[in-house]
Nanobody
Framework: EVQLQASGGGLVQAGGSLRLSCAAS????????IGWFRQAPGKEREGVSC????????YHAESVKGRFTMSSDNAKNTVYLQMNSLKPEDTAVYYC???????????????????????WGQGTLVTVSS
């Protein structure tokens, strides 16, 4: 059974940092791209970042470029989203997800594949106070 366990959310002041983790189990880690979506109150879910664990290629939405980075620890089957210089508009529930098609075609397809991803984890709330 494919499982994704997200953690690391919390409350932080604007300008601060948080690191989210997504631990994967039940599937071949290298065969999937794993990443994050977020959904702010009253807004649609949007793609944030993606990493292909097999070659380390990443994708970040324009709104987070230069502030968020992704990395993976293949030995732990875990990916990380390091979020720096956080802004109040980053406040959202963050969801990790995995997809084998994105692994094949590249993380640039991350947002396009949102409705057809292979697996989702539970959300973790990030709140950035001003």
């Amino acid at each position: 059974e494919v499982q994704l366990q997200a953690s690391g959310g919390g409350l932080v002041q604007a300008g601060g940092s948080l690191r989210l983790s997504c631990a994967a189990s039940g599937f071949a880690f290298d065969d999937y791209a794993i990443g994050w979506f977020r959904q702010a109150p009253g807004k649609e879910r949007e793609g944030v970042s993606c990493i292909s664990s097999s070659d380390g290629t990443t994708y970040h939405a324009e709104s987070v470029k230069g502030r968020f980075t992704m990395s993976s620890d293949n030995a732990k089957n875990t990916v990380y989203l390091q979020m720096n210089s956080l802004k109040p508009e980053d406040t959202a529930v963050y969801y990790c997800a995995a997809d084998h098609v994105v692994r094949l075609v590249g993380c640039s397809a991350w947002s396009v594949r949102m409705g057809r991803l292979d697996a989702w984890g539970q959300g973790t709330l990030v709140t950035v106070s001003s």
